[in-house]
């Protein structure tokens, strides 16, 4: 699991972890509220379901990238780029989690990829959370980089981004067919400030 450096103390991501639990099941406290609750015998009311998967969406080769300098172009694949999908299921109602290895995600892709999982899964558009991973040895998600670019490339790069709510979708349907039931539990770990350091703790590694 990743560090993350807060308020002095080193903890475990578990905590971001939680935080988006929350936020999901918040989603589907409101969404059946609204909704409300499907007869009691038509299934388990009190089961918390849950189902994980993930599916590539790495860019073609030719398409243009991005980095920490301006642009590339992709030459080939070294590690494929994945959608990461979280769904959450509970008196009926889903929610979604989705990270993505992108730098960032437009937002025509949001609006077509929540379109296109609530046609497949029925999960509402309002309960479907997306997040990028900021990678920047990955596609390049900006229009106006492509035009500085041109050609071949350009048109690689549109008609990856034209596919890519496909691509990202087919996670969340294969996240609902793995639904199970689970428990749901979190926790926190902090270590001692580092000998040297003021104010916050550094992971092990990084100890002189």
């Known amino acids: 699991m990743k560090n993350i450096l807060y308020s002095g103390k080193l903890r475990y991501s578990s905590g971001i972890c939680l935080i988006c639990l929350c936020m999901l099941l918040s989603c589907i406290a409101i969404s059946s509220a609204q909704a ?39 030459k080939g694949i070294h590690d494929d780029l994945h959608a ?4 959450f299921e509970k008196s009926g109602v889903k929610a979604a989690f989705i990270a993505l290895d992108l730098v960032s995600i437009p937002h025509v892709v949001v609006v077509e990829t929540r379109k296109l999982i609530n046609q497949h899964t029925g999960i509402p558009v309002n309960n479907i959370i997306m997040t990028a991973t900021h990678a920047h040895a990955g596609p390049q998600m900006n229009p106006l980089f492509w035009k500085a670019v041109g050609g071949v490339p350009m048109q690689k790069s549109r008609e ?35 000998s040297g350091v003021a104010g916050e703790a550094l992971p092990t590694v990084f100890r002189k």
């Not at 890519?164 to 039931?181: D, F, G, Q, Y």
């Open 84 to 87: 990461r999908a979280l769904v």
């Open 36 to 74: 409300g609750f499907p007869h009691p015998g038509s299934y388990q009311v009190d089961v918390l379901r849950a189902g994980a998967a993930k599916a590539i969406i790495s860019p073609p080769q030719g398409s243009i990238m991005g980095n920490s300098y301006g642009t590339d172009i992709c």
């Open 160 to 194: 990856y981004l034209k596919d890519l709510p496909e691509l990202i979708a087919a996670s969340v349907v294969k996240a609902v067919s793995r639904l199970k039931p689970v428990t749901v539990s979190a926790g926190t770990v902090s270590t001692a400030p580092a």
